[in-house]
C-alpha cells in the first residue's frame, strides 16, 4: 500500500557532501514522523535523525552539526543533507515513514566516505 524509496547515496572523499531523498508514495492521507537510519556492515540499524510533520528535527548528538534533517510534505519527502563526511559515516542508510501508526522502511541507499 505504502512504498518507500530512497536515492541520493554514493562514493565521497572524507570531508566531501551528499544530499539523501526518500519519496513515499501509495495511499496515504498523510505522514507522520520520517526518519534516516543507518546501517554498517556487521552491525544494528541505528538512528540517525527523525522529524516531526511539523518539522522539528531530531538529531542524535554524535551527528548534530553535519547532517540536517528536512521534509516537503506535499510531496511525502524526506532529506538528509549531509557534510563533512567521515569514513565512519560509511553505511546504508535507510528511511522510515510512519503513517497512521505504522511503519514503512525503504529497501537503503549505500553511502560509502574514503580517506
Known amino acids: 500500500q505504502v512504498q518507500v524509496l530512497e536515492s541520493g547515496g554514493g562514493s565521497v572523499q572524507a570531508g566531501g557532501s551528499l544530499r539523501l531523498s526518500c519519496a513515499a508514495s501509495?495511499?496515504?492521507?498523510?505522514?507522520?514522523?520520517m526518519g534516516w537510519y543507518r546501517r554498517a556492515p556487521g552491525k544494528q540499524r541505528d538512528l540517525v535523525a527523525s522529524?516531526?510533520?511539523?518539522?522539528?528535527?531530531n538529531y542524535v548528538n554524535s551527528l548534530k552539526g553535519r547532517f540536517t534533517i528536512s521534509r516537503d510534505n506535499a510531496k511525502n519527502t524526506v532529506y538528509l543533507q549531509m557534510n563533512s563526511l567521515r569514513p565512519e559515516d560509511t553505511a546504508v542508510y535507510y528511511c522510515?515513514?510512519?503513517?497512521?501508526?505504522?511503519?514503512?522502511w525503504g529497501q537503503g541507499t549505500q553511502v560509502t566516505v574514503s580517506s
Open positions: 522510515r515513514v510512519n503513517v497512521i501508526g505504522r511503519e514503512y
Open positions: 501509495g495511499s496515504i492521507f498523510y505522514i507522520n514522523d
Open positions: 522529524i516531526t510533520r511539523d518539522g522539528l528535527p
